[in-house]
């Protein structure tokens, strides 16, 4: 790919340089990885440092500050959250960030994936007679667990993956809850869901404007309107995907291929 850097600084720990570097190598770009920079000021999952702002403000920053603290000049982050699905009701989601950004040439681009499949479950010692179900359902020992003690309420241990150390602490504490630990490097689930969002980077990364070259030549916005198959309306739905460019603001406008006609159910004539 003309002008892409090969050499880039990953701003992460937790190794999730071993879900993303494969993927990246693919296309050339080798990661290195940051040292001696603790992303865990940027807030944890386990609750000890509550975070600041969305992952969306996180991870430009945390870049920043990587790129800064190794006085390179180009980086990719990686910042994870958990919580409602942000269209569907009632659904708990995970999104998976990812944050490019070459300084000497001013690319900036974000990449993400959301994913409804999540493994954020937790069990307290009212249910304890369920613990069972609840590691088999959870992957355990491969998905890692956070036990705390409910009566201080602190954490005891983080990352667990052996069950006699579980077992142990179950037997030392009798008000306790253990919950799935969300890090990257314990949680099987999520790291797939870090590796669509690498592919989606490398979807961006390898887009190059048809004008300017520039990376991220994709879709911003939406326009026009489907009409109803049955009565022929204008429905809410939209019609084109707008392709643009970050750098040189050219843009050009594309028919949808998924459908041409929109379902009545989301026509307000037909379905009000
Ligand atoms: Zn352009
Ligand atoms: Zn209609």
């Given amino acids: 790919m003309e002008g892409l850097a ?3 600084l990953l701003v ?29 000021q940027f807030g944890t999952f386990a609750g000890e440092i509550p975070r ?16 800064a603290h190794s006085g390179q000049r180009i980086g990719i982050a990686s910042e994870g959250s958990f919580g409602a699905h942000p269209i569907i009701p009632f659904v708990q989601a995970n999104e998976e960030w990812l944050y490019y950004i070459d300084l000497d040439r001013q690319i900036e681009i974000y990449a993400k994936s959301l994913s409804t499949e999540i493994t954020h479950d937790f069990i307290s ?30 954490i005891i241990q983080k990352g667990i993956q052996d069950e006699k150390a579980l077992y142990k602490l179950v037997s030392q504490y009798s008000n306790w809850q253990i919950e799935t630990d969300l890090r990257a490097h314990l949680n099987p689930v999520r790291q797939q869901n870090i590796a669509l969002a690498t592919q989606d980077l490398i979807k961006r990364l390898s887009s190059l404007c048809p004008k300017c070259a520039y990376p991220d030549f994709s879709i911003k916005e939406y ?13 809410s739905s939209y019609r084109y995907q707008i392709y643009a460019c970050n750098q040189c ?14 379902d009545p159910q989301y026509c307000q004539y037909c379905n009000p």
């Fill in 12 to 40: 992460s720990k937790h190794h999730k340089e071993r879900i993303i570097a494969p993927l990246l190598n693919k296309i050339g770009i080798q990661l290195e990885v940051i040292q001696n920079f603790d992303t865990d």
């Fill in 125 to 154: 010692s009212k249910e304890k007679e369920q613990l069972g179900v609840f590691l088999s359902k959870n992957g355990f020992p491969r998905q890692g667990l956070v036990f705390k003690d409910l009566t201080q309420n602190k």
């Fill in 223 to 235: 326009s026009g309107a489907l009409d109803c198959e049955w009565c022929g309306h204008p429905t």
């Fill in 249 to 262: 603001q050219h843009s050009i406008e594309v028919m949808r291929n998924d459908k041409k006609l929109e």
């Fill in 6 to 8: 090969s050499k880039v």
């Fill in 52 to 67: 600041s702002e969305g992952p969306k403000v996180t991870v430009r920053e945390k870049c920043l500050r990587g790129l």
